[in-house]
């Protein structure tokens, strides 16, 4: 069972409707507290937020790195593009944000690149953490186009070459 939303967890009594016991209540649970607006309101005046994750966990992604434990981050690979993507671009945010996607590929790699823009686009789905559990991002991977060379190599035989 994942998280549960503050209306619902009201709903059920702030009970797990598989085992019963208490559920914690979260974040979004304490603003709703705290709240002395409605649900969603938003100033006229409201500059809009930017999505944005951190270079090292999409990295980590990009390169297949299962985030199960904190201490994979840490990998000297993960650092390597880390510090190549910072070096060539100031800082985390400019990366993320404004360099082009041909200059990310040049100080990363395509799938950092491509990574970075899904994010940008809003392509990148977050799977939310929960009772001390962290969450996740999940990308949708699109085909990769294989070469010519490789297809054809991969469907010869031995009795192609006899």
Do not use: H
């Amino acid at each position: 069972m994942g998280p549960v939303p503050p209306e619902e967890a009201k709903k059920i009594g702030y009970r797990c409707r598989v085992c019963s016991r208490q559920l914690t209540k979260g974040v979004d649970d304490r603003v709703e507290e705290l709240a002395d607006r409605r649900y969603g309101y938003r100033p006229p005046s409201a500059i809009d937020f930017i999505y944005l994750l951190p270079l090292q966990e999409l990295i980590a992604t990009a390169l297949g790195v299962s985030l199960s434990s904190e201490q994979r981050l840490y990998s000297p690979k993960i650092w390597e593009t880390y510090n190549r993507i910072v070096e060539a671009f100031g800082n985390e945010f400019r990366a993320l944000m404004d360099a082009p996607e041909e200059a990310l590929r040049e100080s990363a790699s395509d799938r950092v690149a491509r990574l970075i823009m899904k994010l940008r686009r809003k392509e990148v789905e977050i799977i939310p953490g929960f009772d001390g559990t962290y969450g996740r991002i999940f990308v949708k991977e699109e085909a990769e186009e294989e070469p010519r060379e490789a297809r054809d190599t991969e469907r010869r035989g031995l009795q192609d070459f006899l």
